[in-house]
């Protein structure tokens, strides 16, 4: 990915959305995807995992950091859920930003690697009714190397 991404018309492509590496950009690049998915109408979410190690205050910072419903039940059945049925934050589509998620990949690979298939099958769902869902996941950790990029 360059510096001259159009990153608007990228996101707008919604048969490519899903979880993505977030690929290092440079100064501004991160606040140059946030301002394109404005532009397209997206809500946006970051979410900064930097404290995060386990299941429990993974699912507790998404459902703070994306604002979910009082009957969230904090597991992974309830998480697919407020997923596929963002209805009290319509948009045209969404942009999630998982932030600094190495130490929940270090601590609970395999609940990290359970919440980004979620995130995949609810941005599967969404793409049948013609709306993005994106998460891209920001980590230096080499075991996400089955991870595409953006």
Request: proline content about 3%; overall charge negative.
């Amino acid at each position: 990915m360059s510096a001259g991404t159009d990153f608007v018309a990228l996101l707008r492509e919604v048969g490519r959305a899903g979880v993505y590496h977030l690929p290092l950009l440079g100064p501004g690049g991160r606040e140059g995807i946030i301002a394109a998915a404005e532009t397209c109408g997206y809500a946006v979410f970051r979410i900064d995992l930097s404290g995060v190690k386990d299941k429990a205050g993974l699912l507790a910072t998404l459902s703070s950091g994306m604002a979910f419903p009082e009957w969230f039940g904090t597991n992974w059945d309830a998480l697919a859920d407020c997923l596929a049925d963002l209805s009290w934050r319509p948009a045209e589509g969404y942009l999630v930003i998982l932030e600094h998620c190495d130490l929940l990949h270090s601590h609970a690979a395999d609940d990290f690697v359970t919440a980004l298939q979620l995130f995949q099958a609810a941005s599967d769902e969404w793409r049948e009714q013609d709306v993005a869902l994106w998460c891209l996941v920001d980590m230096q950790a080499d075991g996400i190397n089955w991870l595409p990029g953006l």
